[in-house]
């Protein structure tokens, strides 16, 4: 990856080195990046599959602020309210306004395809300009952390969360301190992104848009809790068949993933799943058709990102479904956190030829900075909190390290229903997590 400056921000080059050190100390690789000066108006990120091109709108003329040659222009300057600010990037779709403000809080708000995207940050969050205040380092903090998430391999949408939590100031203080920056990992410093995008995207009146956020979002539903361990392994299959099969192994969590919505005995199947995990006394969770899930009484339903705006959230929640959700990064997480839903998936963690995934994997060391979040959501106790499912690519062979980031639950897919033993496949996995669980109880004894 080869990182390449313009010489007007030539500065940022310490600070971008000391970020990508930082990262360093908490397991990310940085051997790969190279740091350079560009003779352009505009930062360019190289590698062999990226080449992303992107700059400030201070850098850039006036006529050329609306150039869709570039990635994305960060704007710094504008703070439009958020009304003004959805109607902007219907013109200027590659502008990520950033440090908008109302009600005395920071908005970040840029699009992502064709969907306006937002995220709201603490009001003791200082304004990034506001040089009185001897804050123009922060500004420059901002940018060199948001440059070192995207050299790190994170979508923009994570380096503008990692950009925010890295310059807040923690909870219990009212000052941001240059010299003690660390990775991120308060979670009470960490902006909040609106639930539901679309109605940012809907036709607004400038009133309406105030009530888009609220600095202390809160769950329009409840979805029935889980207990953190009440999950374990935690198979994904296609068909009722080998539900079955797997229940008879004593697996007690399991899921039904039919991709084809086409599919002749779509219902037949998720009806003998369903039936299968009363049979068995079993969490059988159907991924996707949540209306049949219903109609069949299920024990779950689980969502992707994408479904959370279709389902009728409120009908799943007083059905007494359980709710499981699909994230992959630091944005999908903190916004379906508002949601506490049953529990909250954390993948792709490896690569997997499951299933089309538009994200790279995670990976062991976001994994492990995801869950630390999640603990501070609630207490670590195994009775409360919300449990997490790590997903993507997991086998024997990996097992031992991601049940070791503090997960609750390992979801498999090709491991079991490729196995030829899958009896002794699914003693190996449990053997591996119980004796985990075994060593950390030791420790804290």
Same mark, same amino acid.
């Given at each position: 990856?080869?990182?390449?400056?313009?010489?007007?921000?030539?500065?940022?080059?310490?600070?971008?080195?000391?970020?990508?050190?930082?990262?360093?100390?908490?397991?990310?690789?940085?051997?790969?990046?190279?740091?350079?000066?560009?003779?352009?108006?505009?930062?360019?990120?190289?590698?062999?599959?990226?080449?992303?091109?992107?700059?400030?709108?201070?850098?850039?003329?006036?006529?050329?602020?609306?150039?869709?040659?570039?990635?994305?222009?960060?704007?710094?300057?504008?703070?439009?309210?958020?009304?003004?600010?959805?109607?902007?990037?219907?013109?200027?779709?590659?502008?990520?306004?950033?440090?908008?403000?109302?009600?005395?809080?920071?908005?970040?708000?840029?699009?992502?395809?064709?969907?306006?995207?937002?995220?709201?940050?603490?009001?003791?969050?200082?304004?990034?300009?506001?040089?009185?205040?001897?804050?123009?380092?922060?500004? $420059?903090?901002?940018?060199?952390?948001?440059?070192?998430?995207?050299?790190?391999?994170?979508?923009?949408?994570?380096?503008?969360?990692?950009? %925010?939590?890295?310059?807040?100031?923690?909870?219990?203080?009212?000052?941001?301190?240059?010299?003690?920056?660390?990775?991120?990992?308060?979670?009470?410093?960490?902006?909040?992104?609106?639930? *539901?995008?679309?109605?940012?995207?809907?036709?607004?009146?400038?009133?309406?848009?105030?009530?888009?956020?609220?600095?202390?979002?809160?769950?329009?539903?409840?979805?029935?809790?889980?207990?953190?361990?009440?999950?374990?392994?935690?198979?994904?299959?296609?068909?009722? $068949?080998?539900? $079955?099969?797997?229940?008879?192994?004593?697996?007690?969590?399991?899921?039904?993933?039919?991709?084809?919505?086409?599919?002749?005995?779509?219902?037949?199947?998720?009806?003998?799943?369903?039936?299968?995990?009363?049979?068995?006394?079993?969490?059988?969770?159907?991924?996707?058709?949540? $209306?049949?899930?219903?109609?069949?009484?299920?024990?779950?339903?689980?969502?992707?990102?994408?479904?959370?705006?279709?389902?009728?959230?409120?009908?799943?929640?007083?059905?007494? *479904?359980?709710?499981?959700?699909?994230?992959?990064?630091?944005?999908?997480?903190?916004?379906?956190?508002?949601?506490?839903?049953?529990?909250?998936?954390?993948?792709?963690?490896?690569?997997?030829?499951?299933?089309?995934?538009?994200?790279?994997?995670?990976?062991?060391?976001?994994?492990?900075?995801?869950?630390?979040?999640?603990?501070?959501?609630?207490?670590?106790?195994?009775?409360?909190?919300?449990?997490?499912?790590?997903?993507?690519?997991?086998?024997?062979?990996?097992?031992?390290?991601?049940?070791?980031?503090?997960?609750?639950?390992?979801?498999?897919?090709?491991?079991?229903?490729?196995?030829?033993?899958? %009896?002794?496949?699914?003693?190996?996995?449990?053997?591996? *997590?119980?004796?985990?669980?075994?060593?950390?109880?030791?420790?804290?004894?």
């Amino acid at each position: 990856m080869k990182l390449q400056i313009p010489a007007q921000h030539v500065e940022l080059t310490g600070k971008v080195q000391r970020c990508l050190l930082i990262a360093e100390q908490h397991g990310f690789s940085i051997g790969d990046i190279e740091l350079g000066v560009s003779q352009t108006r505009t930062f360019r990120l190289l590698s062999d599959d990226m080449d992303v091109e992107f700059a400030l709108t201070s850098a850039l003329k006036v006529e050329e602020r609306t150039t869709h040659i570039l990635k994305f222009v960060l704007d710094y300057d504008s703070q439009p309210s958020l009304f003004d600010a959805k109607n902007l990037l219907v013109e200027k779709p590659s502008v990520i306004f950033i440090g908008s403000f109302h009600e005395n809080q920071a908005v970040d708000i840029w699009r992502c395809g064709d969907e306006i995207r937002s995220q709201i940050t603490s009001d003791k969050q200082k304004d990034l300009r506001d040089e009185s205040q001897g804050t123009h380092s922060t500004l $420059e903090s901002h940018l060199a952390w948001l440059i070192t998430s995207l050299c790190l391999g994170f979508p923009i949408e994570d380096a503008l969360v990692l950009a %925010r939590a890295s310059i807040s100031v923690k909870a219990d203080s009212d000052i941001y301190d240059v010299s003690r920056e660390t990775w991120p990992v308060d979670f009470s410093t960490f902006p909040v992104p609106a639930l *539901m995008p679309s109605k940012l995207n809907a036709e607004l009146k400038p009133s309406q848009a105030d009530t888009l956020h609220q600095s202390q979002p809160i769950s329009p539903v409840a979805f029935k809790a889980l207990r953190k361990d009440s999950l374990g392994l935690y198979p994904v299959v296609s068909n009722a $068949e080998w539900i $079955e099969k797997l229940l008879l192994l004593g697996i007690k969590t399991i899921q039904l993933r039919v991709k084809d919505p086409s599919t002749a005995d779509l219902e037949e199947q998720i009806v003998q799943a369903i039936r299968l995990g009363e049979k068995y006394q079993a969490q059988v969770f159907i991924n996707d058709y949540w $209306e049949l899930a219903i109609k069949h009484g299920a024990f779950g339903v689980h969502l992707g990102q994408e479904d959370i705006e279709t389902a009728d959230l409120q009908k799943i929640a007083t059905s007494g *479904m359980c709710l499981g959700v699909s994230t992959h990064g630091y944005h999908e997480l903190l916004r379906i956190s508002q949601l506490s839903p049953s529990y909250i998936a954390l993948g792709h963690i490896f690569p997997t030829t499951t299933k089309q995934m538009p994200s790279k994997p995670q990976g062991l060391t976001r994994l492990k900075l995801y869950q630390g979040l999640i603990n501070q959501m609630n207490d670590n106790s195994q009775e409360s909190g919300i449990p997490t499912v790590a997903i993507g690519g997991i086998d024997l062979s990996t097992a031992s390290m991601v049940w070791s980031c503090g997960v609750s639950s390992l979801a498999v897919v090709r491991a079991i229903t490729l196995s030829t033993n899958p %009896r002794e496949t699914i003693a190996d996995f449990n053997n591996i *997590m119980n004796a985990y669980q075994e060593r950390t109880e030791e420790v804290l004894c």
